[in-house]
C-alpha cells in the first residue's frame, strides 16, 4: 500500500493540499495494464482496479476516473459503499476523458469461434465456458432467441403474437421445450406475465413457473402470447439457441454477414454501477457522467415484489442501482441496450439528480424510485386486500425516512422502453415524495409515460414533458398514469362515501403533498393523455396540452384541473364519491364531457370552454357550467402544435389564459436533435 500512495503521489496531478484545491486523475485504457499507477501515460486496464485505487483518497480529494475510448468490458459490477464516497466538494467522477466515447457493458465477447454450416441456412459453433445465454448482440445489435412467432416490427404486441403460441398441438412439436419462455399480456391487458417452461406433460401442455409479474392476477389474454428459446423455432434470419446440453450455440445469419469477423456479444451481469449505502451512512457525490452504459441481463424472471395495491410487480435492479445515496449525479450518458430498467433508485435516496440522458432500448423501465414498505402506514399489497377500519394506523406521513425525495429527472430522451416487460414506464415512482420530473422527451413504450403508482406522499412536480406513442401494447390506461388505492381506500363506493364524510382527513394521510402537473404535452392513443385512476387524490393538473385522450379522474379527492386544453377529446370523470372537493374550470374541450357514474359533481365544475352548445347543454342538464360557453376556441396554428388562442377567442372571456408551447421535452441541444 505505500508502494501504491508513493506511485500516486510522485506521478498523478495533485495539487496544493486541500480538497477543494486538489484533484486525483485516474485513466482506464483497453490497452492499459493494471500493475501501471494510472496516468495518463500508463493506465490501468479495469475499472476495479482505479475504483479500488480512489478508494484511499475518498472524500480526502477530488476524484476523476476517466476512461479512454473504446469498449470496457466489466465481469463485476462496480460497487460504490460510504467507505469509498466522495463529499461536496471531493467528488468521485467517472467519465470518459475528453471527446473520448467510452463505452462499459457487462457482455462477454466471444472469440475465436468455430463456425460450421448446420443446415437450412443455420449455423452453429461450440461453447463451452459457464456462461449465461440470456441476450445476443452481433456488431453491437440484438439477435432474437428462437421465437413463434417470428419478430415483426409492424405487430403492436410482442413485435409477433399467436393465439396457438402454447396449443398442444404446437407444443408437440417441440422434443425438448425446457428453458423456453413464455410471454403473454394480462386477460385485461394490464401490462403483462412471463412464465419460465420446466417442461411439458403426457398430453403435450407446458409446465410453467412464473406469471408473477402482474400484482392482479386474471390469467393470460386468450390471444397475445409468444414463446421464445425453443429449437425448433429456429426458423428465421436474425435468430439463435443455445443448447445447454450439446453446449452449441445455433445461428441464423442474415445473409450479408460474415460469421468470421461478426463481433458477438454476450450479456453477463444485470447492473453496472450499484452504489449501495444506508440513511444512517450514505453514499455521497457521485457522479456518473459522459459514458455509454450497455448490454445488461434481462431480469423479467426476478420482478416478484409487488407494490402497493397495485398492478404491477418490480425488481429493485438497474443498470445503474442507487441505494442510500445522497446528491449523486447521472448526466450525460447514452444508456442503451438494457434488459432490466436504466435506473432504479430503491428505499433512501436524497438530492440526487438524473439529467441530460439519452436513454433507449431498455427491457423493463427507464427511471423509478420506490422507496420501502417499512416506511408506509397500513400498508396492503392487492387490489383486493384491505384492513378494517378500526385497525389502520390514523398517523399522517411516513414511518420512517427509507424512501427516495427531493430528486431530479430532468432534460432525458426516454424512448423505447418495456421491450421485454409490458408494466413499466419512462419515470415510476412509488413510495416516494417530492420527485421532479421536468423537460423529459418520452415516447415509444408498451404502457405509461410517467407513473406515479399511489399517494405516499405526494409533492411531486411533472413539467414540461413531451409524452407521447404510450400504451402501446396495453389498455385502460394513460400518457401520464397514477392511482391511489390509499388506506382510506376501499372498492366499495357505499363504504367510501360513508367513510370520507365521516373522517375528510383521511383522504391526505398518504398524499401528504400535491402533486403538481404542469405545462406538460401529452398524447396516448390508447387510453387517456392524464389517467387519474382509483382514488388518486391531492392533485393540481394546470397548463396541459392534451392531444388525444383527454382527462380522467377516478374516485379520488382533491383534485383541482384548471386551464387545460383537451384536442379531440374531453373530460371524463369516473365514480366520483361525495364530498371529493374536485374542480374543472377554464378548460378547454373539444367533446362533450363523457361521464360514468357521477352524481355529486365536487366543488366547482365551471367556467370551461366547449366546442359547442349542444355539449355544453348537456353539461348544463347535469347542473354544472353555468358560467360556461361554447364556439370556436380560435386555435392560433394548430398546424404546428400552437394551440394558444387569439386575441379575440371567446375562451378568453371563461377565464382561460394561454401558456407558453415551445418549451415542452428536453432542451438540452444534443438531445433536441
Not at 485516474?26 to 492499459?32: E, K, M, Y
Not at 461536496?88 to 462477454?108: G, L, M, N
Not at 451512512?281 to 431480469?299: A, D, G, M, W
Request: aromatic fraction near 12%; charged fraction near 25%; charge should be negative.
Amino acid at each position: 500500500m505505500k508502494k501504491t500512495l508513493f506511485i500516486l503521489a510522485a506521478t498523478l496531478v495533485i495539487l496544493v493540499s486541500g480538497c477543494q484545491q486538489s484533484q486525483i486523475t485516474l485513466f482506464v485504457s483497453t490497452s492499459g495494464n493494471d500493475d501501471n499507477p494510472g496516468t495518463k501515460e500508463r493506465p490501468f486496464a479495469s475499472l476495479e482496479k482505479a475504483t479500488k485505487t480512489a478508494s484511499a483518497f475518498a472524500g480526502k480529494e477530488a476524484i476523476t476516473i476517466y476512461l479512454r475510448e473504446g469498449v470496457h468490458y466489466i465481469t463485476e459490477p462496480i460497487l460504490l459503499t460510504s467507505t469509498n464516497s466522495g463529499t461536496k466538494d471531493c467528488p468521485i467522477v467517472f467519465s470518459s476523458y475528453s471527446d473520448e466515447h467510452a463505452v462499459i457493458s457487462t457482455a462477454k465477447p466471444l472469440t475465436n469461434l468455430d463456425w460450421k454450416e448446420y443446415k437450412d441456412g443455420i449455423w452453429e459453433t461450440k461453447i463451452d465456458e459457464p456462461l449465461l445465454f440470456d441476450q445476443l448482440y452481433v456488431n453491437g445489435e440484438k439477435q432474437y432467441m428462437a421465437r413463434y412467432p417470428n419478430y415483426n416490427k409492424e405487430v403492436r404486441h410482442f413485435n409477433g403474437f399467436s393465439k396457438d403460441a402454447i396449443s398442444s398441438e404446437r407444443v408437440k412439436r417441440w422434443a425438448n421445450p425446457a428453458g423456453g419462455f413464455v410471454h403473454a399480456m394480462h386477460k385485461h391487458e394490464w401490462g403483462g406475465y412471463q412464465y419460465l417452461i420446466t417442461g411439458k406433460d403426457k398430453s403435450d401442455n407446458l409446465i410453467l413457473e412464473g406469471g408473477f409479474q402482474n400484482n392482479r392476477q386474471m390469467g393470460m389474454h386468450d390471444s397475445y402470447r409468444m414463446v421464445e428459446n425453443i429449437f425448433e423455432e429456429l426458423d428465421s434470419e436474425n435468430e439463435w439457441y443455445y443448447n445447454k446440453e450439446n453446449k452449441t450455440l445455433y445461428f441464423y445469419p442474415p445473409k450479408d454477414l460474415d460469421l468470421k469477423t461478426a463481433l458477438i456479444e454476450i450479456p453477463q451481469l444485470e447492473s453496472i454501477f450499484i452504489l449501495k449505502g444506508t440513511e444512517e451512512s450514505p453514499v455521497k457525490y457521485i457522479e456518473i457522467k459522459n459514458l455509454e452504459l450497455r448490454q445488461t441481463l434481462r431480469t423479467f424472471m426476478e420482478t416478484k415484489e409487488p407494490l402497493l395495491r397495485s398492478d404491477w410487480t418490480i425488481y429493485r435492479s438497474g443498470a445503474i442501482k442507487l441505494e442510500g445515496t445522497e446528491n449523486c449525479l447521472v448526466e450525460n450518458c447514452f444508456i442503451n441496450s438494457i434488459g432490466g430498467s436504466a435506473i432504479f433508485f430503491s428505499n433512501y435516496n436524497r438530492n440526487d439528480r438524473v439529467e441530460n440522458n439519452h436513454i433507449t432500448n431498455i427491457g423493463a423501465s427507464g427511471v423509478c424510485f420506490v422507496g420501502s414498505p417499512t416506511a408506509v402506514r397500513s400498508p396492503r399489497f392487492e387490489y383486493n386486500e384491505f384492513i378494517s377500519w378500526d385497525k389502520v394506523d390514523t398517523v399522517k406521513g411516513p414511518v420512517n425516512n427509507n424512501y427516495p425525495s427531493l430528486c431530479v429527472v430532468d432534460n432525458n430522451l426516454i424512448y423505447n422502453i418495456g421491450t421485454v416487460e409490458k408494466q413499466g414506464a419512462g419515470v415510476q415512482i412509488s413510495m416516494s415524495k417530492n420527485i421532479t420530473v421536468s423537460h423529459n422527451s418520452i415516447y415509444d413504450m408498451p404502457r405509461a409515460g410517467i407513473n406515479i403508482s399511489e399517494g405516499t406522499w405526494g409533492g411531486h412536480i411533472i413539467e414540461w414533458n413531451d409524452v407521447f406513442d404510450t400504451v402501446q401494447e396495453t389498455g385502460d390506461h394513460g400518457s401520464f398514469n397514477s392511482w391511489g388505492r390509499d388506506r382510506f381506500w376501499y372498492a366499495d363506493r357505499g363504504m367510501m362515501d360513508s367513510l370520507s364524510a365521516k373522517y375528510p382527513q383521511a383522504v391526505l394521510w398518504d398524499a401528504i403533498e400535491t402533486t403538481i402537473i404542469r405545462n406538460n404535452r401529452w398524447r396516448c392513443d390508447h387510453g387517456w393523455d392524464i389517467d387519474l385512476d382509483d382514488g388518486s387524490s391531492n392533485y393540481h393538473i394546470y397548463n396541459n396540452l392534451c392531444f388525444n385522450g383527454g382527462i380522467k379522474l377516478r374516485e379520488g379527492f382533491h383534485r383541482k384541473v384548471e386551464n387545460n386544453i383537451m384536442v379531440n377529446n374531453s373530460f371524463h370523470p369516473h365514480v366520483w364519491f361525495a364530498n371529493s372537493k374536485d374542480t374543472f374550470r377554464y378548460n378547454i374541450v373539444t367533446k362533450a364531457y363523457l361521464p360514468i357514474r357521477v352524481k355529486d359533481w365536487g366543488d366547482e365544475i365551471d367556467y370551461n370552454f366547449f366546442p359547442d352548445l349542444a355539449s355544453l347543454k348537456a353539461s348544463q342538464e347535469n347542473g354544472t357550467d353555468n358560467h360556461s360557453k361554447a364556439g370556436n376556441p380560435m386555435f392560433i396554428n394548430p398546424e404546428i402544435g400552437d394551440y394558444r388562442v387569439k386575441d379575440n377567442s371567446p375562451a378568453l372571456e371563461v377565464g382561460f389564459k394561454n401558456f407558453e408551447m415551445n418549451k415542452f421535452g428536453v432542451q438540452y441541444d444534443k438531445l433536441k436533435k
